[in-house]
């Protein structure tokens, strides 16, 4: 009965590539989000979802683009895989105010 | 520019010996400061939040403080479980979300 849960927690490719990371959370929340945490264990906010809207989009190459089918899953997509594109991505969900975050397991993302 | 800043970067403890991590921020119109912990290869699990100055919460061996430009999170006798990274992070009007780069706790038995 994971809370948030990202598929897949690997993801090696090539560069040039197009790839998604899925996820999903089971705690009835209301805003979703995805992180990126570089090689020094900084966590920068990519986007935010909240009831399937997007509320925020920091400054993101267009590369990349968040979907939210649903309120309980929020899927990153990446196109034209870059080398600096290696990161762990995190998912995180969150209910209304205070935004107290659960995270998921991070899928570890490795362009070559 | 919002910013979150801990100290400091790295912290080596015996077992049993008690100290302090900190978070100063200049975020403008602060609506909470949270700390989460981080083992690693995980996500982060969250700990505290605190919304004002003055402001204290306790669990177990941890205790989060805040002031208007930091905040505190106090170790009481450290165990080895406790050795983690731990992550400040502040929420700022519309919603936006700022991390420290944390602090790695390692406790020695």
């Known amino acids: 009965d994971t809370a948030v849960s990202q598929t897949p927690k690997y993801l090696v490719t090539q560069m040039g590539n197009d790839k998604s990371i899925k996820c999903e959370q089971n705690?009835?929340?209301?805003?979703m989000y995805w992180y990126k945490q570089d090689s020094k264990k900084f966590l920068k906010i990519m986007f935010s979802?909240?009831?399937?809207?997007?509320?925020i989009n920091e400054t993101v190459p267009n590369r990349f683009s968040p979907k939210s089918p649903d309120k309980a899953h929020l899927n990153l997509h990446i196109n034209s895989l870059e080398l600096g594109d290696s990161a762990v991505y995190f998912c995180?969900?969150?209910?209304?105010?205070?935004?107290?975050?659960?995270f998921g397991p991070g899928t570890r993302l490795t362009v070559l | 520019e919002d910013q979150v800043t801990q100290s400091p970067e790295a912290l080596r403890l015996q077992e049993g010996e008690s100290s302090s991590l900190n978070c100063s921020y200049t975020?403008?119109?602060?609506?909470?400061l949270f700390w989460y912990r981080q083992d690693p290869g995980k996500g982060p699990e969250f700990l505290f939040t605190?919304?004002?100055a003055g402001e204290e919460k306790e669990k177990e061996r941890l205790k989060a403080t805040l002031t208007k430009k930091e905040s505190f999170l106090h170790i009481t006798a450290p165990k080895p479980e406790d050795s983690a990274t731990y992550l400040c992070?502040?929420?700022?009007?519309?919603?936006?979300?700022?991390f420290g780069t944390g602090t790695s706790l390692t406790v020695i038995p």
């Open positions: 605190l919304y004002s």
């Open positions: 979802y909240n009831n399937k809207e997007l509320i």
């Open positions: 975020v403008s119109g602060l609506r909470g």
């Open positions: 992070a502040v929420q700022a009007p519309g919603n936006q979300f700022y």
């Open positions: 705690l009835g929340h209301d805003t």
């Open positions: 995180a969900s969150a209910r209304g105010f205070p935004n107290e975050q659960f």
